[in-house]
């Protein structure tokens, strides 16, 4: 990518705001658990609804490969099955979540079902917060501003994206997020406004676009769609809402700040379908996908409007990345390793956390070199994790819906392993049979439901 000075100078702004707010956040470190995991629980609302949705969108380059390749159904992929899911999340669970008072999922767990199952939770929330996707997007953005190699542009990734959250844990994040929510829109907004002047609207698009673009599957299967509408209800097991929840001032603010959370995810969907529409029509369409944000940017943009509009794609990925670096070091830390009495006889929960963020990052780093492609990421690792822990979860907070201790860790165990093993039979059989060949999510889901029904049936004799 080719920058002008001014390009250069915002992103050198950029990184002078990130070490003043780490040179601030180590000034005034803590030793308390719960001012480093849910910042004393003072979130107001105009700040929890800028934290929760910078956090919850750093997934934008994988939202550009997507919209690049299948066009408008990307909003039936990336934007409504989400809406619908947080808007449960709201409604249901984060009012309760937050008179919880707890610190972490596994803590509901825990309180549930005991302490086998809790930590057999915080492993899938480990692996749902490792943010292996955030780092490969960062990465290959570094690649295209500096040239750098892959695995290079993926390690200072995961590395500077970690250290102020290192040191000041959740207000740190809070912190950065304020700025990251406002570059985020602006670098978007500029991007449209710029390709509605220069070439038109849907004419210049319907000229220039494959018409299945403009189709609702986009090309794909309607089982493949209809999966990720399965794969969005991870939003009801999503640790970076119940940490948001948990850090409200009041539980009122928890419930309205998801609300008002949706009104802008919707917004912001606008904008980058939009974009990702008109980066089909302006690039070759045999470039490598996940870079179509940054190639159009490099394209059509002026010097000056560029460097913001980079900035923003940057942001936007590091929000994500700080906090799901945070929430998975914190789990492994304080949920897994803490609970080892050895271990939490030499240290406290805020020090063991810490040491989980450089093992997370180190883990987020070998994910996403291994496979360089976000969305299948994303569907793996959410088809793995929702079904296995959505049930569990979410009926925790009834006594006479949850599981009993024993089926819910028979949940936790065999899930994973039915849906693993589809996928891999699925990726070394050309051909398998209906329904094997059904998406393995589905029989995540299926088989969760069934054990849950065989425990109240076991119950009821």
Known sequence: MTLALIDWIMVAAYLIFLLIITIKVSRKGTTDVEDYIVGSRRLTLPAFVATTVSTWYGGILGVGEYSFKYGLSNWLVFGIPYYLAALLFALLLAEKARK???????????????????????????????????????????????GWQLWVGVTVAAVFSSCYVLIGGFRAVVKTDWVQFALMYL?????????????????????????????????????????????????????????????????????????????????????????????????????NAVEAFPRLADQILPPGLKGIFLIGLATTIQSTIDSYSFLAASTLGRDVFWRIRSVRNRFSEVSISKWGLIFSGLLAIGIALYSESVVEIWHKLGSLGTPGLLLPLALSYNEKLKFHPRWASLNLIIVPM?????????????????????????????????????DHLNRAK
């Not at 008072?101 to 480990?126: E, T």
């Not at 907004?189 to 038109?200: P, R």
């Not at 009104?263 to 369409?285: E, H, K, N, P, Q």
């Open 418 to 454: 039915v849906v693993g093993s589809l996928f891999i039979l699925q990726a070394s059989i050309v051909t398998l049979p209906f329904p094997l060949n059904t998406q393995p999510i589905f029989w995540g889901f299926a088989i969760s439901l069934s054990l849950l029904t065989l």
């Open 187 to 287: 670098s978007f907004a500029v991007m449209v406004v710029i390709l509605f002047s220069d070439y038109g609207g849907i004419a210049f698009l319907k000229e220039r676009i494959p018409a299945g673009h403009f189709q609702w599957h986009g090309g794909n299967t309607a089982g493949y769609i209809f999966s990720w509408y399965f794969i969005a209800l991870a939003a009801l097991v999503e640790p970076a809402f119940y940490q948001r929840a948990y850090a409200a001032r009041t539980p009122k603010v928890a419930r309205r700040g998801f609300l008002i959370s949706i009104i802008f995810w919707f917004v912001f969907d606008a904008m980058t379908t939009t974009v990702g529409l008109y980066s089909r029509a302006l690039l070759d369409s045999n470039i």
């Open 100 to 146: 919880s008072r707890l610190l972490s999922i596994p803590d509901q767990l825990r309180g549930a079902y005991g302490d086998g199952v809790a930590v057999g939770g915080a492993i899938y929330v480990f692996v749902m917060t490792v943010p292996a996707v955030y780092v490969l997007m960062l990465g290959v953005l570094l690649k295209l501003l500096f």
